[in-house]
């Protein structure tokens, strides 16, 4: 089945030490989006890549990075983090940029930060 | 995009209907609702959406208001697998942003 694939499902870190989560999608989807959602809180969007294009939220921290090397796959680099980037992480996918085109979601990584 | 309202929390018995409520006052011409849900632990999963006509697919039914200021979705059936939050967006058609709210929780009890 076509699908978003999301490893590590869980993945502790060390307050400062970088982490890299990962994102891959079988759908060959042009966008691949990255959402971060804390305890009892709703996602909040992060960036997205449209194909090769980076497109990042105003109010996401430095801190957060994203790399899309093929259309298969996209990654999320958490440079330093903080014991605030304790979170679930979720890769979604859509066919397009339209608010029409649904997105598909992975079943997310929880990060721990120690 | 315009803001919604939906109650914190909802309960329904297994195999009756479950009807979410969203408010959506604001709403204008070009903006769909969408719904989504999340079970716990999981990462979201669309449901639906519309513009002003009433639709319906294998998941569920959205009933858009003439006004379009409101809307309600139906689970005709709802199982305990149901129990989830549920999200109501409303978003340009031309917009890829999904900005959830708080949504509600919707306990299908047995």
């Known amino acids: 089945d076509a699908m978003v694939i999301q490893n590590p499902r869980y993945q502790v870190t060390q307050f400062g030490k970088p982490v890299t989560l990962s994102c891959s999608q079988t759908l060959n989807h042009n966008v691949m989006y990255w959402y971060q959602q804390k305890s009892s809180q709703a996602p909040k969007l992060l960036f997205h890549y449209y194909d090769k294009d980076f497109n990042n939220e105003a109010d996401t921290p430095d801190n957060f990075q994203s790399r899309r090397p093929n259309t298969s796959f996209c990654f999320l680099d958490i440079r330093s983090p903080g014991l605030g980037d304790a979170a679930m992480y979720l890769c979604a996918t859509s066919r397009d940029q339209a608010g029409s085109d649904e997105q598909f979601f992975g079943p997310g990584t929880r990060l721990t930060v120690l | 995009d315009a803001k919604t309202t939906q109650p914190p929390s909802m309960d329904c018995a297994e195999g009756r209907a479950a009807n979410l409520p969203c408010n959506h006052s604001?709403?204008?011409?070009?903006?769909?609702v969408y719904w989504y849900r999340q079970i716990h632990s999981q990462g979201p999963q669309y449901i639906i959406h519309g513009l002003k006509n009433n639709e319906t697919n294998e998941m569920a039914s959205l009933i858009i208001t003439e006004d379009r200021k409101s809307s309600t979705l139906i689970l005709p059936h709802a199982t305990l697998r149901d129990t989830a939050v549920y999200y109501c967006i409303v978003n340009r058609g031309s917009n890829y942003k999904l900005t959830f709210g708080k949504g509600t929780l919707l306990t299908v009890n047995p």
């Open positions: 604001t709403i204008s011409g070009n903006e769909y």
